[in-house]
């Protein structure tokens, strides 16, 4: 008896010996990821201790797939640390609403304002901006620019030099004329530090904005922390937006502001255009930190759904990037099968809401066996191409003659292609996982 109680004792210890290893390779893993992402050193160093304490070990001892536990763990810590607890202001429409926006030169400050008001405005609002930056030659240009475009009035001046007389006046003007959301753009950038952080004190305090946004762009990397805390001090930000993001920057800086304003993320820039700006989404923006790319759980479904034998060359595929109109073939037979390859590629952004519109099924099936009836009459140089450009009129002509269609519909499954390759692309970089491992993370 003493002998099986001692050797239970020895096999359990070994379990847990085992999983911590799991665990500590795990974190390491993603450690690595995290500070590649910007993440600052001490709230990767905060999550491993917590998601040591939440992960218990002896579940992971009886569960099968222990990275996975893991990983979701890792998931759920990281996005409760993007989540300071309480929601930012939000202006209503039709009362009027000062915001503020902070943020260091080149941030993105003034192309943001213009986003923010031009989101509001096609929403129904009212939005006004206002051009409290007089230190830098050309911004009440570049504001009066951006707002004509948009066609949102705008307030500002040539002469005047008192950042805080404009910025009063700008709001009052607007208040008279009732916009419901009034916009201070600021200066970045003093010849002095502490000049630039009196000169936001003293607009506050002239503006009396209901919200400061502090903006940030994304690749200042370790500089986050230090950088959101500084305005804090100074004006009281009461959220967060993230520029850049299509840029490769992953923005783990968003996770130091976050901790250093006790503000929330609310929108992130996609771009330099009016348009380019997106609500922020904690999950995409996480699974993007880590590594997995902006799907999130898109890596879990292939574990799950995709059988083992065909994981490797898929992901093989997705992390080259490139997309073929071959690859594009296949994936339209598994969706055509609904085969389990259909069901991961049904979660896709462009693949399910676009190609597959719920309550559509029948049309779309139809437009991808049309393109499919297309693609038969294509060459084997065509389908394993990788250059946009081989595919000219007289191919696509070749093609319509060949399938008994018309350019046209060669022309919009090229664009189709074009939009799928560009989806496909998103995926590039993807870290293959070794023989054996359970995830990809
Ligand atoms: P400010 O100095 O803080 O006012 O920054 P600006 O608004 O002048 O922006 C600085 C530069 O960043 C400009 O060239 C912008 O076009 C660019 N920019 C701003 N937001 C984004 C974004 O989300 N994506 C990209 N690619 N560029 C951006
Ligand atoms: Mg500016």
């Given at each position: ?89 939000t202006p209503k429409k039709g009362k009027?609403s000062?915001v ?12 943001t304002c213009t986003k923010y008001a031009y989101y509001h405005q096609k929403k129904g609002w009212k939005p006004a901006l ?20 948009a066609?949102i ?26 916009c419901d959301l009034i916009i ?27 919200l ?54 609310i929108f ?6 009016m348009d380019?700006f997106?609500v ?162």
């Amino acid at each position: 008896l003493g002998g099986s109680i001692s050797r239970a004792i020895q096999q359990m210890s070994n379990a847990t010996i085992i999983d911590e290893k799991v665990l500590n390779e795990c974190l390491n893993e993603i450690t690595r990821a995290l500070l590649q992402s910007d993440v600052q050193f001490k709230l990767v160093r905060d999550m491993q201790t917590n998601i040591k304490k939440i992960v218990n070990l002896d579940d992971l001892a009886a569960g099968h797939n222990k990275r996975r536990i893991i990983q979701q763990a890792i998931f759920n810590e990281l996005c409760k640390m993007l989540d300071p607890g309480k929601p930012s202001f939000t202006p209503k429409k039709g009362k009027t609403s000062v915001v503020m926006f902070v943020g260091l030169q080149g941030s993105g400050k003034t192309t943001t304002c213009t986003k923010y008001a031009y989101y509001h405005q096609k929403k129904g609002w009212k939005p006004a901006l206002v051009c409290a930056d007089t230190f830098r030659a050309g911004a009440f240009d570049q504001l009066k620019q951006n707002a004509t475009k948009a066609k949102i009035p705008f307030y500002g001046s040539y002469m005047e030099s008192d950042p805080v007389k404009i910025a009063a006046e700008g709001v009052e003007r607007f208040k008279k004329e009732n916009c419901d959301l009034i916009i201070v753009d600021t200066s970045g950038r003093h010849k002095q530090e502490a000049a630039l952080f009196e000169e936001m004190r003293q607009v506050s305090e002239a503006t009396k904005p209901d919200l400061v946004i502090f903006v940030m762009d994304s690749s200042i990397g370790q500089a986050a922390f230090d950088q959101a805390q500084a305005f804090k001090q100074s004006v009281s930000v009461g959220a967060v937006i993230v520029t850049k993001m299509d840029g490769h920057a992953k923005g783990g800086g968003a996770l130091s502001a976050v901790a250093a304003t006790k503000s929330p993320v609310i929108f992130i820039g996609t771009g330099e255009h009016m348009d380019e700006f997106e609500v922020f989404d904690v999950k995409p923006f996480v699974s993007r930190l880590l590594g997995m790319g902006d799907l999130s759980g898109f890596m879990d479904k292939i574990h799950e759904v995709v059988p083992m034998d065909q994981q490797p060359e898929l992901l093989q595929k997705l992390s080259e990037g490139t997309f073929t109109l071959r690859i594009m073939y296949e994936q339209f037979q598994n969706i055509l099968k609904m085969g389990p390859i259909g069901q991961v590629f049904s979660m896709l952004p462009g693949f399910s809401a676009e190609l597959m519109p719920k309550g559509r099924e029948k049309e779309s099936q139809a437009k991808i066996k049309r393109y499919m009836t297309m693609m038969d009459s294509m060459t084997n140089e065509e389908l394993d191409s990788t250059n946009l450009k081989l595919m000219n009129e007289s191919r696509m002509m070749r093609i319509a003659r060949g399938s008994g269609r018309h350019i046209r519909d060669v022309m919009e499954m090229m664009e189709e292609y074009k939009r799928l390759a560009k989806l496909w692309g998103k995926m590039k970089g993807l870290k293959i996982p070794k023989k054996g491992e359970m995830s990809a993370l």
